[in-house]
């Protein structure tokens, strides 16, 4: 009886742990990139756009794994913050782009946009755009982090 009951405990914390999840997300910014494993740091491994089907396969923390719909080699990690369980309908008709899309399906459209500039007139725009724009690879990225002992934001 003991072995029995030892026997379904394990069974049951072994069931538990596995955090396997299999269902169809999808790429909710302009561009996701994969990666090996479940770290911002670690190597990239693809790359999937906005509104690109996937199967989540097991989550950590705050890390997806994920396989492509479309091409079922194309698998690794994203980050659970770029995607969504709500569908994605991109329409070229709609003379959007992919990074309009993204922002629009978060809330924040170009009527939103236009009724915070109205709200908060006194704020320079193009300062906001050049900022958006700065890209820091990786490496130097690490160095810095390294340098000034900062945590490397892989907490779960």
């Known amino acids: 009886m003991k072995r029995a009951l030892i026997a379904l405990t394990l069974g049951a914390a072994v069931l538990y742990a596995a955090p396997s999840v299999k269902k169809t997300m999808y790429v909710a910014v302009k561009k996701a990139e994969l990666r090996v494993s479940a770290s911002f740091f670690a190597r990239k491994k ?20 994920v396989r492509s719909a479309s091409n079922a080699a194309l ?43 109205k709200q908060k007139s006194d704020l320079n725009y193009k300062d906001i755009d050049a900022i958006e724009s700065v890209s820091v690879p990786n490496n130097q990225l690490l160095t810095f982090l390294n340098e000034g002992r900062l945590a ?4 779960r």
């Open 46 to 65: 693809g790359a999937l756009s906005y509104g690109e089907t996937v199967t989540a396969l097991q989550e950590d923390g705050k890390w997806t794994q």
């Open 75 to 117: 698998s690794g990690w994203l980050s659970s913050a770029d995607l969504t369980s709500k569908r994605i309908i991109a329409s070229s008709a709609t003379g959007a782009s992919a990074q309009e899309l993204a922002l629009a399906g978060k809330g924040f459209d170009q009527e939103v946009e236009n009724a915070y500039k």
């Open 152 to 155: 490397k934001g892989n907490k």
